[in-house]
């Protein structure tokens, strides 16, 4: 059972401390490893882990194939500002392989999962001889999939899955306690830019949880495309999250007077605290007409741009 600190009570300086503390004495000696995302969630953990650890911390970024648009290079570039080496991991071909011929959205999570963890991250902690892996799994992560409702790609314990056994390397996350509102406090606490603590969410399986159906470079290039127009147009608003979805099938549409079967985008713009509820943001018409436009117009083959706007529950944030 875990204890939940909710932000409102959260007495961020003594979390930290005792964090740091519980980190160095998981580690003791050895060495650990983590991985860098650019989200606030591993964003934090990455600052905790520098704390406790210092050098005996090897901090790597995964280019998956599935990250946003510079994405490498801007993560990387924030933490050298802070005084932390990246090291950037071109795992690309293993992803794409794990993800062929796959729909089922369980599957593609569960193919992100195992090929995170035990083939990339397997042999990065073999190279390195680490026995640690630090990472940012939040509260929220572990109820929806405990709740049956989305398998995050980072929880384990919590469904009887032993690490050790599975991947062979113990799991430390110390940020597990909190919700995403209590996430951004410790970051903003441990000195992350604001760029970095009041980030948008992005999830762990990337823009693989906002393809519905096969991912492969090109559908994913796809929705790259029209997330760098999403981001762009909304970041000024006080939303939650948001993001664009690439759906599967074909839909009619019209080019130069001929028909286009082409390509349909959703747009999801939420309002939401802990991310455990959401509310669709109420977006001026005008702003729903220019994301339309400009999407249609700069990103090849989208003929059709919808908007979502059911709660969560019974919809969720990301698509997949």
């Known amino acids: 059972m875990i204890t939940e600190i909710i932000a409102q009570e959260l007495d961020t300086e003594q979390f930290i401390s005792e964090k740091v503390e519980e980190i160095k004495d ?7 490893i983590n991985a860098l ?3 606030v969630d591993s964003s934090a953990v990455t600052m905790l882990g520098h704390r406790a650890l210092g050098s005996q911390l090897k901090t790597v970024f995964v280019e998956n194939g599935l990250m946003r648009e510079g994405e490498s290079e801007q993560v990387v570039g924030f933490f050298e500002k802070l005084g932390v080496t990246v090291d950037v991991v071109d795992a690309r071909k293993e992803f794409f392989a794990a993800l062929k011929g796959i729909t089922h959205p369980e ?16 042999r990065l902690v073999r190279q390195s001889g680490a026995k640690h ?8 992560d572990v109820d929806e999939t405990v709740a049956g409702i989305k398998r995050q790609h980072n929880v384990f314990e919590q469904l009887g899955i032993d690490p050790q056994e599975a991947f062979g390397y113990k799991i430390i996350e110390p940020l597990i306690q909190l919700r995403k509102d209590g996430v951004r406090r410790v970051g903003k606490a441990l000195g992350l830019p604001v760029e970095l603590f009041d980030r ?43 993001m664009a979805i690439l759906h599967e099938d074909r839909v009619t549409g019209m080019r130069d007077g001929k028909r286009d079967f082409g390509l349909q985008i959703e747009l999801r713009c939420w309002d939401s605290i802990d991310a455990r509820t959401a509310t669709p943001t109420n977006l001026p018409y005008e702003t729903l007409t220019n994301l339309a436009a400009e999407i ?8 059709s741009v919808t908007y979502n706007i059911a709660n969560k529950p019974p919809s969720t944030i990301e698509a997949i």
């Open 200 to 242: 948008i969410p992005f999830p762990g399986p990337a823009l693989a949880a906002r393809v519905i159906g096969e991912v492969n470079p090109e559908r994913i290039e796809t929705v790259r495309k029209a997330t760098v127009i999403v981001e762009r147009l909304l970041k000024n608003t006080d939303a939650f999250q948001y």
């Open 107 to 122: 599957q593609k999570r569960e193919a992100v999962t195992q090929t995170f963890y035990k083939d990339v991250f397997g």
């Open 133 to 140: 892996l630090l990472q940012g799994t939040i509260l929220t």
């Open 26 to 32: 998981a580690v003791t000696d050895g060495t650990a």
């Open 296 to 303: 249609t117009q700069e990103v090849p083959g989208v003929v």
């Open 37 to 39: 995302s650019g989200g």
